[in-house]
């Protein structure tokens, strides 16, 4: 256990439906960051909150959105869902600390769109 | 990020030392070295980071050239456990934190 927690951990849906996963942060930890990987693709940095504000932006699709609550958990929704957008999605933490690269990754969300 | 290069592939064999290397020319003088390992479909794990001197942790150790333009990631007795894409960073200070990832090295460790 890594102490970031990813919700659900499989997601099957339809083609045009939205989705929202959800990461708590490891403890103490203020930044959370959103990536995906679809199937034999690298790592794609989505976005990044630090303690509830948007601080970096990736290559997200405008019918994905994301935020985080005043408790540090972290939402991504996915809206209009196309055959593509399967994939897993993972969540990480941090400190939010500039120069701290040290990174705990959740387990993942996997998104079956059918 | 300062771009890395690293072989798309490696083989090592059960008990031996894995040695992973990785390029990284262009790097700045305040920048550091991170190495983070996937083991299929799993999340990221983090496995050590380096400015200049070597490193040594658990996991592994990180030797980093005097002219810090390359450095190799070292895991001393090699598991079937450690097969896993191991991806060689050195983050920008202007990315705000961010990490980017590349294709790094799949390494195979066999019996």
């Known amino acids: 256990d890594s102490g970031v927690t990813q919700t659900p951990k499989h997601l099957i849906t339809a083609t045009g439906q939205r989705v929202t996963l959800r990461c708590s942060p490891r403890s103490g930890d203020l930044s959370v960051y959103w990536y995906q990987q679809s199937l034999d693709q690298g790592l794609q940095f989505l976005i990044q909150?630090?303690?509830?504000?948007?601080?970096a932006k990736g290559n997200i699709l405008e019918r994905f959105s994301a935020q985080q609550f005043p408790d540090l958990h972290s939402e991504l929704n996915l809206s209009s869902l196309e055959l593509g957008d399967s994939a897993l999605y993972f969540c990480a933490s941090s400190d939010g600390t500039a120069t701290n690269y040290g990174y705990t990754f959740g387990s993942g969300t996997r998104l079956t769109v059918v | 990020d300062a771009k890395t290069t690293q072989p798309p592939s490696m083989d090592c064999a059960e008990g031996r030392a894995a040695n992973l290397p990785c390029n990284h020319s262009?790097?700045?003088?305040?920048?550091?070295v991170y190495w983070y390992r996937q083991i299929h479909s799993q999340g990221p794990q983090y496995i050590i980071h380096g400015l200049k001197n070597n490193e040594t942790n658990e996991m592994a150790s990180l030797i980093i050239t005097e002219d810090r333009k390359s450095s190799t990631l070292i895991l001393p007795h090699a598991t079937l456990r450690d097969t896993a894409v191991y991806y060689c960073?050195?983050?920008?200070?202007?990315?705000?934190?961010?990490?980017?990832f590349g294709q790094g090295t799949t390494l195979q460790v066999k019996p």
């Open positions: 909150y630090y303690n509830g504000e948007e601080r």
């Open positions: 262009t790097i700045s003088g305040n920048e550091y």
């Open positions: 960073i050195v983050p920008s200070a202007s990315n705000t934190g961010k990490l980017i």
